[in-house]
């Protein structure tokens, strides 16, 4: 079993910057595939990065292309997701999700952090 537990969300102006962390605990996620989507109120959740297994593969959502950056520290058992130039409509509560490659739907999620973006 793998526990996923999200930090370093907050409030923030717009034009700023977040530094979101998803340390990994009970398990070694180094073979799993790790994203981070966010879910706004009203809305539903939408994909964010997703990063495979070596760091080597990303994938973002148009929305954060250039804004956003995926990384992961298999050391330590934890994957970031830096977000520079944020935006008022970035406000969301973020999580992340945990798959292994040969499964088509994420196994594990963190409780998820809120992001707030001021303007």
């Known amino acids: 079993q793998v526990q996923l537990a999200e930090s370093g969300g907050g409030l923030v102006q717009a034009g700023g910057s977040l530094r979101l962390s998803c340390a990994a605990s009970?398990?070694?996620?180094?073979?799993?595939?790790i994203s981070w989507f966010r879910q706004a109120p009203g809305k539903e959740r939408e994909f964010v990065a997703s990063?495979?297994?070596?760091?080597?593969?990303?994938t973002y959502a148009d929305s954060v292309k250039g804004r956003f950056t995926i990384s992961r520290d298999n050391a330590k058992n934890t994957a970031y997701l830096q977000m520079n130039s944020l935006k008022p409509e970035d406000t969301a509560v973020y999580y992340c999700?945990?798959?292994?490659?040969?499964?088509?739907?994420?196994?594990?999620w963190g409780q998820g952090t809120q992001v707030t973006v001021s303007s």
């Open positions: 999700g945990a798959r292994q490659v040969s499964s088509s739907s994420y196994e594990f």
């Open positions: 009970g398990r070694t996620i180094s073979s799993y595939r």
């Open positions: 990063l495979n297994w070596s760091g080597t593969m990303t």
